[in-house]
C-alpha cells in the first residue's frame, strides 16, 4: 500500500520556468491538499480538493494552479516559477474534513 | 487573525517525560490534531481531540481544553528516536487545519 505518492522528489528550477508536481493517492480519498512548509512557519495551504473535479483556493494560492481530474491525483502548477517560491511541497490526503491527513514525503523545489 | 503557538524547541533526556504545549486562537473550533515529523521526512499523525479531557496513546497523551484554546502533548519514557518536530494544528470554522510551526525535541543521552 503506498498511500500518498509524490513526484519529483527534488527539482532545481530557474526564474520563469514552469512546471508539474504529481500526487497521487491510492486510498480512495475525496479530500486532497497541498502545502508549502517553509523553514520557522507552519505548514500552508495552498489549494485543495474536497472530489474529483473540484478544486479551491487555500490560505496562499497565488503563482499556483491545481486540477483535479482523477480522484486519485492532484497535480499543483507553477507556471512562472518565482524564487519565493522556493519550499518543500507536500500534498495530504484524508477520507473525512475531521479525519487524519496522512502525507507524501514532500517535494523539495529550489528556484534561482 | 489565526494563531496557533509553540514553543519553538526543546530539551529533554532519554528515558524522562516532555510535556510540549499548543495555544490557539482560531476562527471556530472542530478539533485538535498533534502530528510528528522527523528531519527531512513528512508529518504522520500522533492524535486528535475534539473533546476537553486526555487522551492516552502509549507513550503519547494528549490533553485539550477548549475554554482556555490550549492543548499539550506528553510524551513519556522518551527514547531517542523521539527527537523530531512535533506539530500542533486546529481544526477551524471552515474545517482547514491551522498549523503551528512545531516545536523541535531534541533528546539526549
Known amino acids: 500500500n503506498a498511500g500518498v505518492t509524490q513526484t519529483p522528489k527534488f527539482r532545481v528550477l530557474k526564474t520563469g520556468q514552469s512546471m508539474t508536481l504529481l500526487c497521487a493517492q491510492d486510498?480512495?480519498?475525496?479530500?486532497m491538499y497541498w502545502y508549502r512548509q517553509d523553514p520557522g512557519m507552519g505548514l500552508r495551504l495552498i489549494h485543495y480538493?474536497?472530489?474529483?473535479?473540484?478544486?479551491a483556493k487555500g490560505e496562499v494560492p497565488d503563482g499556483y494552479n491545481v486540477s483535479r481530474l482523477k480522484k486519485q491525483n492532484f497535480l499543483l502548477g507553477l507556471e512562472s516559477a518565482a524564487p519565493s517560491q522556493t519550499s518543500v511541497y507536500f500534498c495530504?490526503?484524508?477520507?473525512?474534513?475531521?479525519?487524519?491527513?496522512?502525507f507524501g514525503d514532500g517535494t523539495r523545489l529550489s528556484i534561482l | 487573525g489565526q494563531n496557533i503557538d509553540q514553543p519553538t524547541e526543546m530539551t529533554a533526556t532519554e528515558g524522562a517525560i516532555v510535556q510540549i504545549n499548543c495555544t490557539y486562537q482560531t476562527s471556530g473550533f472542530n478539533g485538535l490534531f498533534w502530528y510528528q515529523q522527523h528531519a527531512g521526512e513528512a508529518p504522520t499523525f500522533l492524535s486528535y481531540?475534539?473533546l476537553d479531557g486526555l487522551e492516552e496513546k502509549g507513550r503519547f497523551s494528549s490533553f485539550l481544553s477548549r475554554s482556555k484554546g490550549y492543548s499539550y502533548l506528553l510524551l513519556k519514557e522518551l527514547q531517542m528516536k523521539d527527537s523530531a518536530s512535533y506539530l500542533c494544528a486546529v481544526l477551524d470554522s471552515n474545517y482547514q487545519l491551522i498549523w503551528g510551526a512545531g516545536t523541535k525535541l531534541i533528546i539526549k543521552p
Open positions: 481531540n475534539v
Open positions: 495530504a490526503s484524508t477520507i473525512g474534513e475531521n479525519q487524519p491527513q496522512h
Open positions: 480538493s474536497v472530489g474529483e473535479g473540484t478544486t
Open positions: 486510498m480512495n480519498h475525496e479530500y
